[in-house]
């Protein structure tokens, strides 16, 4: 018994020594392989001009925005239009009851028919007057006073044909037209009802022309001015629109802080009033500055920084960042042009981290 004890005894302590050497040997091989490196994608730092600009978001308003009213009193016979429908400048919007003003031109008419034949009997007593004083049988005086009738009723022969212009033009006016291209906002009344003169009737938004307020910071009060070109988008259209600050208005708004600049927007296709707008300033431009993109730069205990590879090892640069740019980062200090950082994957990086590169990795952007 004592034997197989022994036996048993010296068969554990073999076990144990040969899972120890086993496990010395797979640390060193750990060791000899060292840590697995982390896939990366890089870029190299680009040396590329770079504007200085100032964003905001503000809003338009559109400058053209009829609201069709009666010049005339009369009864609403249709309205053609519906909010939201499009009209062409020239389009028939509503049409008003012409009854009475053709009823007053017939009058009229009658009025100038009238007149006219006054006016000719007079001209006959003229010429008999005149050949009387010449035979001496009336006097010059009788002659005078049949001319100043004939005078009278041609100055009224006028005012009755200026009477028959005026009804026309007001029947002319039952007739209503749009005065420009646009879009119905709203329709006040409808066939039927009675309108006097300046009712409103139909509303239209036209987007020929807006203009654009945009309310920037005041620490950028110094450097915006009347003149400096502008950029400018709208969720509503695919079309960017350049263009300059039209005027800045004198006081800073009280409630934010704000500085508003003014634009104008002139017939760009979607664009519409009510809509917002991005707006870029260009305040000026740097001929040289050295960029990467964004996720490149990380923050870290000692600020911020990248990872500039060498030989597949990325050892960390703190640097120091300027403007922003189209998903890009100005960087002022710490690295030099055409050094090669990374850019995905360096959040999961440190100092002297071994990497590998993508295959898919560019070092120029």
Not at 51 to 62: D, H, K, V, Y
Not at 139 to 146: G, L, P, Y
Not at 187 to 202: A, C, F, L, S
Not at 279 to 288: D, H, Y
């Amino acid at each position: 018994m004592q034997r197989i004890f022994s036996l048993t005894l010296l068969t554990f302590f073999a076990s144990m020594l040969f899972a120890c050497g086993a496990n010395d040997e797979n640390k060193q091989e750990a060791n000899k392989n060292g840590p697995k490196p982390t896939l990366v994608t890089v870029s190299a730092v680009q040396d590329a001009p770079v504007e200085i600009t100032e964003e905001g978001i503000g809003s338009l308003e559109g400058l053209v925005d009829p609201t069709l009213k009666a010049e005339v009193a009369a009864r609403i016979i249709k309205v053609y239009v519906s909010p939201g429908d499009t009209v062409k400048q020239g389009q028939l919007v509503a049409t008003l009851d012409p009854t009475e003003f053709n009823l007053q031109e017939r009058e009229a008419q009658a009025e100038v028919g009238r007149i006219e034949a006054l006016l000719n009997n007079q001209s006959k007593t003229v010429a008999r007057n005149q050949a009387l004083v010449d035979k001496k049988f009336i006097s010059q005086t009788a002659v005078d006073t049949s001319v100043a009738d004939q005078n009278v009723l041609k100055e009224q022969l006028v005012a009755a044909k200026a009477r028959i212009s005026t009804i026309r033009n007001s029947t002319g006016k039952t007739r209503i037209f749009a005065p420009t291209d646009g879009v119905v906002e709203s329709k006040i009344v409808d066939t039927g009802e009675y309108v006097n003169v300046g009712d409103p009737i139909v509303q239209i938004i036209s987007n020929k022309l807006l203009r654009a307020y945009i309310p920037f910071p005041e620490r950028a009060g110094t450097q915006l001015k009347a003149g400096l070109k502008l950029r400018l988008t709208t969720p509503t259209s695919d079309t960017p629109v350049e263009t300059v600050i039209r005027e800045l208005k004198p006081l800073i708004t009280a409630s934010n802080r704000t500085i508003m600049v003014i634009a104008d927007v002139k017939n760009v296709a979607g664009w519409q009033a009510g809509g917002s707008v991005n707006a870029s300033v260009i305040l000026g431009e740097r001929a040289s500055a050295m960029m990467v993109p964004e996720q490149s730069v990380i923050l870290r205990p000692a600020g911020q920084v990248v990872y500039v590879v060498k030989d597949n090892i990325a050892y960390q640069a703190i640097v120091t960042t300027g403007l922003r740019k189209n998903g890009l980062i100005e960087i002022t200090d710490g690295v030099s042009v055409n050094d090669v950082v990374v850019v995905d994957g360096a959040g999961f990086l440190t100092d002297k981290a071994p990497v590998k590169i993508a295959s898919n990795s560019s070092t120029s952007r």
